[in-house]
């Protein structure tokens, strides 16, 4: 893949993370909320960086889907909505760290990767899913 | 397992290191061929210490979320070891049992180092890095 479908796949993967935590949250308690707010904020953010990065290198973003086929009906969906986002983050960031010979670009990957599997291992705790931990995010 | 010890598949820090090491030096071996130095080489090797370290800090673990992040260390170093000459023996000398708070801080300075080391190599051992990077700045949420 050329460093171009690479952005365009973080920015199609943010722009569904977004999506999916502005719907997770309203099944989550407050407190737990804050974290799918802090999450939603942090992917936006994300998305809008790597927008520019693409428009930079003369790609034009893709656009956002109207609505994406999630069903949270409760907690426990909510939960595994969250986990299931970030892990696709990761994947698309560890594939963003391979492809770039960029390396400001590469240093928010691996930034942006990491955060990802801290999400992650915060979603699974909260969902009393063991391990917390998975050895090789993005794989 | 030996007795009540647990006998691990980990290499030891000699062998791994040596192993790593001469992965170049194998591959060129003709008297007048100039010795090409890799240097994903000694970004490798550098990471196979940290891991080493890591599971060294675990040998005593007996928590369930510490022996969940062991295996995690484990995993790292056959990540990072796949394909060299060492072979599986002994594991490292256990380090005296730590605090939490200090397994979170060598957690931390090791996802920094990989995250560091990730922008210096070769691009598959780059995402290598930056996984590793990622699942250690992950461990304080599973040890908390």
């Known amino acids: 893949m050329s460093e171009q479908d690479l952005l365009r796949a973080v920015v199609e993967a943010e722009q569904a993370a977004v999506y999916g935590y502005g719907v997770l949250g309203a099944r989550l308690d407050p407190v737990t909320r804050r974290l799918a707010v802090t999450s939603y904020d942090v992917h936006r953010a994300r998305r809008d960086r790597i927008v520019a990065a693409l428009e930079d290198r003369g790609g034009t973003a893709p656009r956002p889907l109207a609505a994406y086929d999630v069903v949270v009906p409760d907690r426990a969906a909510a939960l595994a909505l969250a986990v299931h986002l970030e892990e696709g983050m990761a994947l698309r960031w560890r594939a963003l760290v391979s492809g770039t010979g960029d390396r400001e670009l590469r240093q928010v990957a691996v930034s942006a990767l990491q955060e990802s599997a801290v999400r992650a291992a915060q979603w699974r705790r909260l969902a009393k899913i063991t391990p917390v931990t998975v050895p090789l995010p993005g794989t | ?144």
């Open chain 2, 1 to 144: 397992m030996v007795g009540s010890v647990p006998v691990t598949a980990t290499p030891s820090r000699r062998q791994l290191l040596v192993g790593t090491a001469l992965l170049p030096v194998a591959a060129c071996t003709h008297r007048d061929a100039p010795v090409k130095v890799d240097p994903d080489d000694a970004i490798r090797a550098a990471a196979v210490e940290r891991e080493l370290s890591l599971i060294a800090l675990y040998a005593g673990a007996a928590s369930p979320a510490a022996v969940a992040v062991r295996a995690d260390h484990q995993a790292h170093l056959a990540a990072l070891t796949r394909g060299a000459t060492a072979s599986p023996a002994a594991s490292p000398a256990p380090a005296p049992a730590l605090t939490t708070a200090a397994l979170v801080a060598a957690e931390r300075a090791a996802a920094t180092a990989h995250a560091a080391a990730a922008l210096e190599a070769s691009p598959e051992l780059a995402g290598t890095l930056a996984s590793l990077a990622a699942s250690e700045a992950s461990h304080p949420v599973a040890l908390a």
